[in-house]
């Protein structure tokens, strides 16, 4: 799409006209990608963004690197919101056949987008749906009514369960004046090599980039991945546990059961939350934490002893 | 249904028929409805029913309106429960077309039980079950293996995400004796326009009468809304978050992340409650809340505060 | 299987060959089973098994019954862990048709592995997935779109909701040097006569032996049941609730919304868990209990009041 489609549509100016592929981050943009600049936080991310254009407040176009066109509005993250729907997912009721490799075995009652690829020896079981251009690796289990959303990546001898939806749109809206406005999610799910994911959990997809779980991640039932969380290797996660969008687990992290985490924070390699721990900032790798908000998991015991001799003095 | 005919296999006596078209609550009910009164919280309601019959003690018949039939006993609520039975959902296996408005589609593999109606341009995917009378309004998108349970309403624009279920039984028991007598669940599930929800939440029907979500409310995933929840307009849901029966929220009502709620009671118009918050009574409007039982999130702050210092003190 | 072979796989040596039907624990092994013992938690259960072999490490030999085959090792839980790939259900595209008793009603597009049995008018609606060998008793409802596992067992008079899944794996890895090997799950769920069970729940298989919904239980919706969990008759689970694997719950015990349960532990007959209660350690029957970790409800209030008390004083 012609960058000068998208500036007509938002009401907006550009000095030069370019093709945009798609909408990305700040960070993770390609010369043929549009992204926003919303909060000063990111920018560090401004200032070495590899876009090819960035709506953005008047201020801080003197940031942009050489060659990136602005869009300038007071309104960044609004524009963006409206700038999605250029590129959302237009819904499909076409039931096509899947391209199978080798080996590959998929139920009668499956159902399949257009272009899905299915890999060597993978197995796809009754009332699944995969959407279009969904691919799935070798040597997979995809259990019954498992829903796998268009443009999602599954890698080598994954499991996923019944019930499970990978590939739900993210939770993005921008509330103006009683209003909540949709920001469409035109990322997609990533999940690598050897990750086992239980029934009835939802992986939502990104809202720009991708959602990744990385590989030998292994995650129990009801579990809430929200957008553009990283899961890394090995980790664990039990049952009912919610993270928010861009979360960062580290490697071998352990999540515990009904554990959640607010949005935008990382937490270290091999770090163990446990069981309820409620996560509201970046946490350091190799250490347990407990509670909410969640602390070293010995001074939450300390915080929990306190409390009863609160009440045993009288 | 004649009420003789109910009032006969509950083992009560009627002094008067009539027809009998449903069973609602006291507030709710039309003449030509049976209603029952069995707790004294409710007797401005009794006073001014416009039920046709109602089930309750004798001690307060006196409260009835002139006109409105009696059918006395020890065990109101019991009776009601007797009484649901009779016109309780005979589950259905059949599998018929659905009307379908102009440009509506819907895929191959969607599957509808009898007298379903699909809006203007709406898309139902593969694998939903929309059940007998449901109807979809305009531009609606129900994404694969959605479950939309008989007689449900979904207004215009709305997007349902994959593996929600809408309209599956509320929970109520009659618990006596060591067992559990079922509360047919007999009202329905009303979802007004703009409406999005995400994937593998669970929207119980009512008990009696109607749950509704109102216009632009946001629904993330995960999330249980029990029977009878009234949700306002532009309220926003965030995931894994539990209304219990009966919660009615305010017009553009924020509840954070596995945030609940105990049942029959109200949250004020743009009331804010945190991730985790736990409310256990009425809370006004306009205000941020926290903390499990939620107070105000300055007094929870305070109350973190508080025991951290305990603790640091020694 | 021989004995022989499985020793084999693992590398390990045998005293004598017999014929291996299955894995199972100490506890619940039969003559032609193979147990194993990996902590000393269960030492009674070693003493007493009935099993035909178990694997454990050297010192332990010396409290084997007699007869009973020792496979030796200083891993028996990763062997165990290894031994079960041996049993594991190999997935199935095979969709058949099931075996009807009188009066039972499958929908068109309800799905069926192979030897299906459906009892005495029973229904299974649009879009269900019946695996291998399962079995529905007399007068249930199978609403839309719920998925039960291979060989789990369904009494009569029961109702499944939307979306539940039923008999997915229990979560169990042997993690080790960065690895999680995947303990597969052999067992399989048995629900008895009169359980309603809401819509979204996960009940998962047990490991070895069976999870078991006892008669009369009566679950709420995006409920979490882990492996070899055993509820008791009467129960009532609110919406929410996460038991962890081995979790015993007594006789009409009631779990509050979204309380849970630490694994391996007994809740008595009767007792109460208030909605968010943590337990974290078995607990008597006949009480209330509230609180994270749970405590007497009373106590529990005690603390709430006391940390309020903490911060009016200022």
Redesign the interface.
Known sequence: MKLSKIADFLGLKISNDIEIETLLTLKEATPNSLSFFHTAKYLDDLKSTKAGAVILQEEYVKYLPDDVIALITNEPYKMMAKATSLFAYE???I?DEPILQKGA???????FGQNVKIGKNS?????C?L?DNVEIGEEC?I???V?I?HNCKIGNNC?I?????IG??G?G?V?KD???E?FYQIGNVVIEDSV?I?????I?RATLGKTIIKS?A?L???I?I?HNCEIGQ?S?I???V?L?GSTKLG??VIMG??S?T?GHLEIGDRAMVA??G?VTKSLEGNRVYGG??AVDIK?WR???A???R??KK?
Do not use: W
């Open positions: 819904p499909s009721v039931e075995k998929v139920a009668k009652s499956a159902n197995t796809v079981m009754s009332g749906y959407g289990i259990y019954p009514n829903t959303y499991i369960h019944s019930g499970t939806v739900s749109d939770f809206f509330s009683n209003s909540n949709k086992e239980g029934s009835n959990c939802t939502d030998n292994k129990d039932n009801l809430q929200g090995y664990i039990v049952s009912q919610g928010s490697v071998g059961g009904q959640a607010a069981a309820r409620g909410f908000p001074l300390k915080t929990q306190a409390i009863m609160l009440v009288k």
